[in-house]
């Protein structure tokens, strides 16, 4: 099992910034492509970014090119989200969660391919 604790969320105008932050224990961490994901309500989850189990390869949503930055630290266990140039339809809960198959070389997009997920982080962005 891996288990995931998000932390980072709050409250910011539109325009704003916040760095989320995703720690990782249970399994060793650097074996585990993680995402990002976040729900807004009455929405279905939807994918935010990815990286891979090294760090060198990403993959965002599209509308979030630019603007969001995933990172990653394997020493520390954690996985990082840095949102700029926050809009207020970025409001949702954040998920981070790690790929269901060990030791995968891809970066995936879809929820059913990660198995472990944290509570989720609350961000909140006004106008």
């Known amino acids: 099992q891996v288990q995931l604790v998000e932390s980072g969320g709050g409250l910011v105008q539109a325009g704003g910034s916040l760095r989320l932050s995703c720690a990782a224990s249970g399994r060793t961490f650097s074996n585990y492509a993680m995402g990002w994901f976040r729900q807004a309500p009455g929405k279905e989850r939807e994918f935010v970014a990815a990286?891979?189990?090294?760090?060198?390869?990403?993959d965002y949503a599209d509308s979030l090119k630019g603007r969001f930055t995933i990172s990653r630290d394997n020493a520390k266990n954690t996985v990082y989200l840095q949102m700029n140039s926050l809009k207020p339809e970025d409001t949702a809960v954040y998920y981070c969660?790690?790929?269901?198959?060990?030791?995968?070389?891809?970066?995936?997009?879809?929820?059913?391919?990660?198995?472990?997920w944290g509570q989720g982080t609350q961000v909140t962005v006004s106008s």
């Open positions: 969660a790690a790929d269901r198959t060990v030791f995968t070389y891809v970066v995936r997009t879809t929820v059913n391919d990660y198995a472990y």
């Open positions: 990286i891979s189990r090294s760090g060198a390869n990403a």
